[in-house]
T-cell receptor, first 116, second 112 residues
Framework: EAQVTQNPRYLITVTGKKLTVTCSQNMNHEYMSWYRQDPGLGLRQIYYSMNVEVTDKGDVPEGYKVSRKEKRNFPLILESPSPNQTSLYFC???????????????FGPGTRLTVL | AQSVTQLDSHVSVSEGTPVLLRCNYSSSYSPSLFWYVQHPNKGLQLLLKYTSAATLVKGINGFEAEFKKSETSFHLTKPSAHMSDAAEYFCVVKGSNYQLIWGAGTKLIIKP
């Protein structure tokens, strides 16, 4: 089944404790992206990747890191989480970066992160 | 710069009555526009998209949207609401650099 998976689905952590949220897609998509969703703000893009080893900042990259060492995986890293990073996070992928605006973006199920 | 505004944070309709979710956009060129739906505790699903072809776009589950350049609008409609339509709906515009810019969302409530 074609899908985007994220782990963990739920995470409660404390300020300053490094964490990684994994994202994996099995559709051989080139483009992958991370969003955070906060009430009343819709989704905001954190980082995106047009292909392996190519990443760029979205609208809200502060406090986050990403890497794209292989096509299928795009982990999101919080080196020193803070309470304002408490949010719902979505990973997404689509066929290629040139098609991101017209092709379907497939979304993972979301990761609900709470930073105390 | 591109932007999108969803005019209602909540819309409440009775089952069987029409649905109208309003979206206005701002774009310096001919935009690509999308509607996504998010059911409670679920992921995001594409409902429909406009990419400069027909101005009336049909999507899944009986939804459609009409692109009106003169009004810079892309409202989502459905003739008859069903209980399963209760969800949050997002209007999205393609931004520069191939990013997606999301509206704040409209929660659709269906009354029995």
């Amino acid at each position: 089944e074609a899908q985007v998976t994220q782990n963990p689905r739920y995470l409660i952590t404390v300020t300053g404790k490094k964490l990684t949220v994994t994202c994996s897609q099995n559709m051989n998509h080139e483009y992958m992206s991370w969003y955070r969703q906060d009430p009343g703000l819709g989704l905001r893009q954190i980082y995106y990747s047009m292909n392996v080893e190519v990443t760029d900042k979205g609208d809200v990259p502060e406090g986050y890191k990403v890497s794209r060492k292989e096509k299928r995986n795009f982990p999101l890293i919080l080196e020193s989480p803070s309470p304002n990073q408490t949010s719902l996070y979505f990973c997404a992928s689509s066929l290629s970066w040139t098609e991101v605006s017209t092709d379907t973006q497939y979304f993972g199920p979301g990761t609900r992160l709470t930073v105390l | 710069a591109q932007s999108v505004t969803q005019l209602d944070s909540h819309v409440s309709v009775s089952e069987g009555t029409p649905v109208l979710l309003r979206c206005n956009y701002s774009s310096s060129y001919s935009p690509s526009l999308f509607w996504y739906v998010q059911h409670p505790n679920k992921g995001l699903q594409l409902l429909l998209k406009y990419t400069s072809a027909a101005t009336l776009v049909k999507g899944i589950n009986g939804f459609e949207a009409e692109f009106k350049k003169s009004e810079t609008s892309f409202h989502l409609t459905k003739p008859s609401a069903h209980m399963s339509d209760a969800a949050e709906y997002f209007c999205v515009v393609k931004g520069s650099n191939y990013q997606l810019i999301w509206g704040a969302g409209t929660k659709l409530i269906i009354k029995p």
